[in-house]
C-alpha cells in the first residue's frame, strides 16, 4: 500500500448507472488529483484540489463530478458514461499542488457496458 | 500544446543487461523530471527524479541524466532483474500540477 487507498478496485457499470469512486490518503497531504489512463496513451490530468478546493478542471465532461469534502478524502462521481470513458482512473496525492512527486493509488478499473 | 516524448514503447533484454528509456520534453519552462514504475494492477509509483540543476543523478542500478539544452532525459537501469518488468514513466514539470506525463514504456526483463 502506497498511503493512497482506491475502492473499487474493478467497477462494471451500463451507460445508465451513476456511480462513485472513492480515493482516501492519511499521508497528511492537501493536493488530491484524479487521473484517467488509457492504454498506451499519457496519463491524462482530470482535476486538482488544492486545501479542498477545485483548482483545475480539465476540459472534463460534466458526466463526472469530483467531491472533495476534506483533504483526506476525494470522490469521483459518474453518471450516463460512454463505452470510451472505460480506463484505469487513478488518485494521487502531493503536499500541495506545487509540490513535486506524486503519491498514486492503485486505481479502479472502469468498464462502462 | 506541451508534451513529452517517450521511447520505446517497448523494451525487452536479458537480466543482468542495462536498459535505457529515453523522453524528450517541449516546455523550455520544465525543471522537475520524475520517473514512475508502475506494476501490474497498481498505481505508478515514484523511482527517482531529477531536477534541472542537476545533469546526473543515480540511485543503486538506476540513474537519470538530464540535457536541458536539447530537451532530452534518460532513464538508466543496471544490472537489470526480472522484478524490474514493469511499465515506466517519464515526465516534465514547470511545478506543481503541470506535469506532463510520457505514453510509457513497457520493459520485460528476461530470465
Known amino acids: 500500500e502506497t498511503g493512497v487507498t482506491q475502492t473499487p478496485r474493478h467497477l462494471v457499470m451500463g451507460m445508465t448507472n451513476k456511480k462513485s469512486l472513492k480515493c482516501e490518503q492519511h499521508?497528511?497531504?492537501?493536493?488530491m488529483y484524479w487521473y484517467k489512463q488509457s492504454a498506451k496513451k499519457p496519463l491524462e490530468l482530470m482535476f486538482v484540489y488544492n486545501f479542498k478546493e477545485q483548482t483545475e478542471n480539465n476540459s472534463v465532461p460534466s458526466r463526472f463530478s469530483p467531491e472533495c469534502p476534506n483533504s483526506s478524502h476525494l470522490f469521483l462521481h459518474l453518471h450516463t458514461l460512454q463505452p470510451e470513458d472505460s480506463a484505469l482512473y487513478l488518485c494521487a496525492s502531493s503536499q500541495d499542488s506545487q509540490a513535486y512527486g506524486y503519491t498514486f493509488g492503485s486505481g479502479t478499473r472502469l468498464t462502462v457496458v | 500544446g506541451e508534451n513529452v516524448e517517450q521511447h520505446p514503447s517497448t523494451l525487452s533484454v536479458q537480466e543482468g543487461d542495462s536498459a535505457v528509456i529515453k523522453c524528450t520534453y517541449s516546455?523550455?519552462?520544465?525543471?522537475?523530471f520524475p520517473w514512475y514504475k508502475q506494476e501490474l494492477g497498481k498505481g505508478p509509483q515514484l523511482i527517482i527524479d531529477?531536477?534541472?540543476?542537476?545533469g546526473e543523478k543515480k540511485d543503486q542500478r538506476i540513474a537519470v541524466t538530464l540535457n536541458k539544452t536539447a530537451k532530452h532525459f534518460s532513464l538508466h537501469i543496471t544490472e537489470t532483474q526480472p522484478e524490474d518488468s514493469a511499465v515506466y514513466f517519464c515526465?516534465?514539470?514547470?511545478?506543481?500540477?503541470?506535469?506532463?506525463f510520457g505514453a510509457g514504456t513497457r520493459l520485460f526483463v528476461k530470465a
Open positions: 531529477i531536477r534541472s540543476n542537476v
Open positions: 515526465a516534465a514539470s514547470p511545478g506543481g500540477f503541470k506535469t506532463i
Open positions: 516546455d523550455s519552462a520544465s525543471n522537475y
Open positions: 499521508l497528511g497531504h492537501n493536493a
